[in-house]
């Protein structure tokens, strides 16, 4: 696998944060708009794939990107959208699917320095979300325990990407700056998400596991607000006005923030914060919303300046 076109990465952008969006809506109790959710997110995920295997035979695919760990972030995300709709042996599936593509593409593109670098990050805890959520649902507890090493694998890939990032691209990246509080988010989803498998039938982690995973994982909740706290900020001082498909990557840090807060208060049975994670998966739909208008609208008037100057060239 290698380097996506804008497109594949677009698409596989799309999923990833419509499938979260359908996880978030699940946990809300939001059942029939999760469902319309996770339909768009698998026709984004399929999109990714077409788009993907009409450029197979370019050159280009021999060199990776991180970027193509977009894909596998969606596919563990739609698995686990799958998983909550009850639907296990799909989600099993595109979990079989998902976890030999992040090791092969886990060493891609080292050299990165803008916001695709936490991409490794978001790949490995979306594949450990999807093992918990499936322990859980299976009662494997063996799942639920390499779930636990990807979560941890998870934050030291976190920590090694934050030393690689350019902090200016706060100021001047085109989106996927993003990715540097969505990242915190999917990893705060993983931790809740493993607190849930080790409460219900499954004895996973004695006191001190449960402890140490809780406190770990309600700092990444903290920290994932205080970021995106931050880079929502960053954009009033330096606003980018300008359309970028990478867009959706801000998208997913917004979806990403409310999921993980419900995930949590459901894992600790705090009503204040699954009010408080409604409030926001609400803003995030509105985000979501305004970022489809605007890709259509673009891509519409992307087509219309094509044709003209196909027009004008004869």
Avoid: K
């Amino acid at each position: 696998m290698s380097d996506p076109s804008p497109s594949v990465t677009l698409w596989a952008t799309y999923a990833l944060t419509t499938g979260t969006l359908s996880v978030g809506l699940d946990s809300a109790g939001y059942e029939v708009l999760s469902r319309i959710a996770l339909a768009l997110a698998c026709a984004g995920w399929l999109g990714a794939v077409a788009h993907a295997l009409l450029r197979l035979p370019r050159p280009a695919w021999r060199r990776a990107s991180a970027a193509a760990l977009t894909w596998v972030a969606a596919t563990a995300v739609t698995g686990t959208g799958f998983s909550a709709a009850g639907l296990q042996r799909p989600a099993a599936a595109l979990l079989a699917l998902a976890a030999p593509l992040w090791a092969v593409l886990l060493v891609a593109a080292a050299r990165e320095r803008h916001g695709t670098v936490f991409l490794r990050c978001v790949a490995t805890q979306g594949l450990a979300v999807l093992g918990a959520t499936l322990a859980a649902a299976e009662s494997v507890a063996w799942l639920a325990h390499a779930a636990l090493t990807l979560f941890w694998l998870g934050l030291v890939l976190y920590c090694l990407a934050l030393f690689r990032f350019e902090p200016r691209q706060v100021a001047e990246g085109p989106g996927d700056h993003w990715l540097l509080g969505g990242a915190l988010a999917v990893s705060a989803l993983a931790g809740a998400r493993l607190l849930s498998a080790g409460s219900g039938r499954l004895y996973l982690w004695n006191d001190e596991d449960h402890d140490v995973l809780g406190r770990v994982t309600v700092t990444l909740l903290v920290l994932t607000a205080v970021c995106c706290a931050a880079l929502f900020t960053a954009e009033l001082f330096w606003p980018r006005r300008r359309y970028d498909g990478r867009r959706w990557a801000t998208v997913f840090g917004a979806v990403g923030t409310a999921t993980a807060a419900l995930a949590v208060a459901a894992a600790f049975d705090a009503p204040w914060l699954d009010v408080l994670g409604e409030a926001l998966l609400w803003i995030a739909v509105a985000a979501w919303l305004g970022c489809t208008a605007w890709t259509v609208i673009s891509t519409r008037a992307g087509a219309r300046t094509g044709r003209v100057r196909s027009r004008a060239r004869r």
